[in-house]
Antibody, heavy 118, light 111 residues
Framework: EVQLVESGGGLVQPGHSLRVSCVAS????????MSWVRQAPGKGLEWVAN????????HYVDSVKGRFTISRDNAKNSLYLQMNSLRAEDTAVYYC???????????WGQGTLVTVSS | QSALTQPPSASGSLGQSVTISCTGT?????????VSWYQQHSGKAPKLMIY???KRPPGVPDRFSGSKSGNTASLTVSGLQAEDEADYYC???????????FGGGTRLTVL
């Protein structure tokens, strides 16, 4: 089992940028696909992005394409989500997860809250 | 990608069985044997319960089972226990050029 800890959430103004991070322990993430999944307050889960083991294949939900970038550093056992041009509708808890290509999450972090508001 | 369709709520009595459906299209649920199910207790992170339609990760009780017919996948919880009360989400692969999609979630109440 992989333990995941997200960080970097907070309050940000619309149009601004934020980077959230996820550090893994207990196992090396280099053998896993990785995902970011978000959950707006009181709403369901939304798969935001995933990335393959080498970092050369990435997929995004349509609503964040061109604004968000997923990346990883296997040497640091870390996953990142760079979020630009943030909107109010991006307000959510962002979860990091180890994944299969075909499933959003195996092991999950506890999430980090991103609030986009003026 | 459009969200998969789940009933907003389901309920069952202690010890009984309940089945939650998840309906998609031939582009997701019906096209691949890659449906997963997640349990989420209030204020907690999701937990993987079923993957690849019917496989259970280590540690998940065999009271949880998954199946699929056509464009609809199902999660069955047998021998309902109080701790099964939670939100359940389905998730499907949607092809090599797509991310995949979640259902809207089902709140399971144990009576």
């Amino acid at each position: 089992e992989v333990q995941l800890v997200e960080s970097g959430g907070g309050l940000v103004q619309p149009g601004h940028s934020l980077r959230v991070s996820c550090v893994a322990s207990g196992s090396n993430i280099s053998s896993y696909w990785m995902s970011w999944v978000r959950q707006a307050p009181g709403k369901g889960l939304e798969w935001v992005a995933n990335i393959n083991q080498d970092g050369n294949e990435k997929h995004y939900v349509d609503s964040v394409k061109g604004r968000f970038t997923i990346s990883r550093d296997n040497a640091k056992n870390s996953l990142y989500l760079q979020m630009n041009s943030l909107r109010a509708e991006d307000t959510a808890v962002y979860y990091c997860a180890t994944a299969f290509r075909s499933a959003a999450g195996i092991d999950w972090g506890q999430g980090t809250l991103v609030t986009v508001s003026s | 990608q459009s969200a998969l369709t789940q009933p907003p709520s389901a309920s069952g009595s202690l010890g009984q069985s309940v089945t939650i459906s998840c309906t998609g299209t031939s582009s997701d649920v019906g096209g691949y044997n890659y449906v997963s199910w997640y349990q989420q207790h209030s204020g907690k992170a999701p937990k993987l319960m079923i993957y690849d339609v019917s496989k259970r990760p280590p540690g998940v009780p065999d009271r949880f089972s998954g199946s699929k017919s056509g464009n609809t996948a199902s999660l069955t919880v047998s021998g309902l226990q109080a701790e099964d009360e939670a939100d359940y989400y389905c998730n499907s692969y949607a092809g090599s050029n797509n991310l995949g999609v979640f259902g809207g979630g089902t709140r399971l109440t144990v009576l």
